[in-house]
């Protein structure tokens, strides 16, 4: 069975820190996706990463995809308040299917 | 916005009363989801479907059915409802026009189960 750890489980930070959130699996994926959902709404599609080694920035926010494509991890310079939600990544869990898995995420609370 | 849309929004409802939760969407997408969201688990795919009568069980299936007589809509029925069913509901759809596998999800059901 394939999983997607997340770490940290909550984050809770001032204003201008950086932070770092790592997903990690076992299992190769084709590609990993980045979700950011705000409280009593769905998620919302940050990026797609697809190639190992690959890095995409998005503002602020940096994510990397591990060479062997096992992990990813997103980065957040100079956090705002804004960016206060909790984040997921997400995989196709079986080769062939278009059934996802989700890691269990990462509650980013960002204080002014 | 991936015209997805969910109704109801909010429904409690009692143990062991049948639950029928909607999902719509406007933009022709074969593929659609329906996962729940509750606390310490992320979200876990209940069931899919890959096209009009065709669907697949995800990893938390049990207690559920599924339909989906158009394109356009699918249904999520819980034929007894219990308690540990009480979660968040989110519908989804794989966007046809990507290459990258992406999902969009529409505004959840809240369900509350007495």
């Known amino acids: 069975t394939q999983l997607l750890e997340q770490s940290p489980q909550f984050l809770s930070i001032q204003e201008g820190e950086n932070l770092t959130v790592y997903c990690n699996s076992s299992?190769?994926?084709?590609?990993l996706q980045w979700y950011r959902q705000e409280p009593g709404e769905g998620p919302v599609l940050l990026v797609t990463v697809v190639t190992g080694g690959e890095v995409k920035k998005l503002k602020r926010l940096t994510f990397q995809f591990g060479d062997a494509r096992k992990d990813s991890s997103l980065h957040i310079t100079a956090a705002q308040p804004g960016d206060t939600g909790l984040y997921l990544c997400?995989?196709?869990?079986?080769?062939?299917?278009?059934?996802?898995?989700f890691g269990t995420g990462t509650r980013l609370k960002v204080l002014a | 916005d991936a015209g997805i849309t969910q109704s109801p929004r909010h429904k409690v409802t009692e143990t062991g009363t049948p639950v029928t939760l909607r999902c719509h969407q406007t933009?022709?997408?074969?593929?659609m989801y329906w996962y729940r969201q509750d606390p310490g688990h992320g979200l876990r795919l209940i069931h899919y479907s890959y096209g009009v009568k065709d669907t697949d069980k995800g990893e938390v299936s049990d207690g559920y059915s599924v339909s989906r007589s158009k394109t356009e809509d699918f249904l999520l029925t819980l034929e007894s409802a219990t308690s540990s069913q009480t979660s968040v509901y989110f519908c989804a759809i794989r966007a046809r026009d990507t290459a990258y596998n992406e999902q969009f999800f529409g505004p959840g059901t809240r369900l509350t189960v007495l």
């Open positions: 933009e022709n997408h074969r593929y």
């Open positions: 299992s190769v994926f084709s590609s």
């Open positions: 997400a995989g196709i869990a079986t080769s062939g299917t278009y059934k996802y898995i």
